[in-house]
């Protein structure tokens, strides 16, 4: 087609223009009806995220699910240790005696980006060598029903990687219930 809309015949040769007017010699043009044809309709737009959204959900539910451990039911405060780390780390973590070399705010975040950044945060620290680390999950004041929405998540999530020896929930002045302190390996082991 050229600029016009109209379609542009190749030049051809007199004796095959001529050959080609003779076979075409019967054909009678088709009569404009005079309706018009609707144009086809539409299919509704595919909520491809709302479908990626809900099958990640059914993933999680099934392979991730949260763990109710002892801690989480009494309402104490809630901490995890590596099988073959000493207890006293968690002493020495809950006592403030390491100083947390990088920080991860999760406010305003949804459980999947919240899960996205956890593991970006955590990549990037192994990376860099830091070993002692706090991440602020919130403690729910600004959420529907005024409940922890990532608490629980958030320390789950960090009980599946496998570079986290220790978490405690954070002291008063770094955050209390509203975070956690957390002991990475050492770039080393």
């Given at each position: 087609?050229?600029?016009?809309?109209?379609?542009?015949?190749?030049?051809?040769?007199?004796?095959?223009?001529?050959?080609?007017?003779?076979?075409?010699?019967?054909?009678?043009?088709?009569?404009?009806?005079?309706?018009?044809?609707?144009?086809?309709?539409?299919?509704?737009?595919?909520?491809?995220?709302?479908?990626?959204?809900?099958?990640?959900?059914?993933?999680?539910?099934?392979?991730?699910?949260?763990?109710?451990?002892?801690?989480?039911?009494t309402g104490e405060e809630t901490s995890y240790v590596r099988s073959g780390i000493a207890r006293q780390t968690l002493r020495r973590l809950r006592r403030g005696d390491w100083v947390a070399q990088a920080e991860l705010d999760l406010h305003g975040l949804t459980r999947l980006e919240a899960?996205?950044?956890?593991?970006?945060?955590?990549?990037?620290?192994?990376?860099?060598?830091?070993?002692?680390?706090?991440?602020?999950?919130?403690?729910?004041?600004?959420?529907?029903?005024?409940?922890?929405?990532?608490?629980?998540?958030?320390?789950?999530?960090?009980?599946?990687?496998?570079?986290?020896?220790?978490?405690?929930?954070?002291?008063?002045?770094?955050?209390?219930?509203?975070?956690?302190?957390?002991?990475?390996?050492?770039?080393?082991?």
């Amino acid at each position: 087609m050229n600029k016009g809309g109209k379609f542009h015949t190749p030049a051809l040769p007199c004796e095959e223009r001529e050959l080609f007017r003779a076979e075409l010699d019967d054909v009678v043009p088709l009569t404009p009806h005079g309706r018009v044809l609707p144009s086809p309709s539409r299919l509704p737009p595919v909520p491809l995220s709302l479908f990626r959204d809900e099958r990640e959900v059914i993933h999680e539910s099934l392979h991730d699910p949260i763990r109710w451990d002892a801690d989480t039911e009494t309402g104490e405060e809630t901490s995890y240790v590596r099988s073959g780390i000493a207890r006293q780390t968690l002493r020495r973590l809950r006592r403030g005696d390491w100083v947390a070399q990088a920080e991860l705010d999760l406010h305003g975040l949804t459980r999947l980006e919240a899960k996205r950044e956890l593991a970006d945060f955590l990549f990037e620290c192994k990376r860099r060598g830091a070993r002692c680390v706090r991440v602020i999950h919130g403690k729910g004041l600004g959420s529907k029903n005024r409940e922890p929405v990532l608490k629980l998540h958030v320390r789950h999530w960090l009980m599946q990687r496998d570079e986290v020896l220790a978490f405690v929930q954070a002291r008063p002045v770094d955050g209390g219930g509203g975070a956690v302190m957390v002991l990475l390996k050492s770039a080393n082991a």
